[in-house]
């Protein structure tokens, strides 16, 4: 059985692909270097309620980047955080 949260996730997705197909990869590129600068304006603000406008922008902008230029991030993420966490643990024995 499909949860709601799966069921907003696959929908989230459908509906990014066709907004990339709509546009075209370049565009939205640009359009993500745009969600990108209001987000920073948001966080330099510390508007909670516009930072989470923002995230959202700019997930659903990354979501047609990454599904237009076909990349995929877990393993990198994984790579990314499991090397801090030990930098973390690191600098907690010294």
Do not use: P
């Not at 508007?47 to 995929?72: C, F, P, R, S, T």
């Amino acid at each position: 059985m499909i949860t709601s949260k799966e069921y907003i996730e696959a929908r989230n997705e459908e509906m990014a692909r066709f907004m990339l197909a709509h546009y075209g990869l370049k565009a939205q590129k640009m359009k993500l270097i745009e969600e990108l600068a209001e987000l920073i304006q948001a966080l330099a603000k510390d508007d909670i309620n516009a930072i989470k406008e923002e995230v959202a922008d700019v997930e659903v902008m990354l979501m047609q980047i990454k599904d237009g230029m076909h990349i995929e991030t877990a393993e990198i993420m994984n790579y990314k955080l499991n090397r801090q966490k030990a930098r973390i643990e690191n600098a907690k024995r010294k």
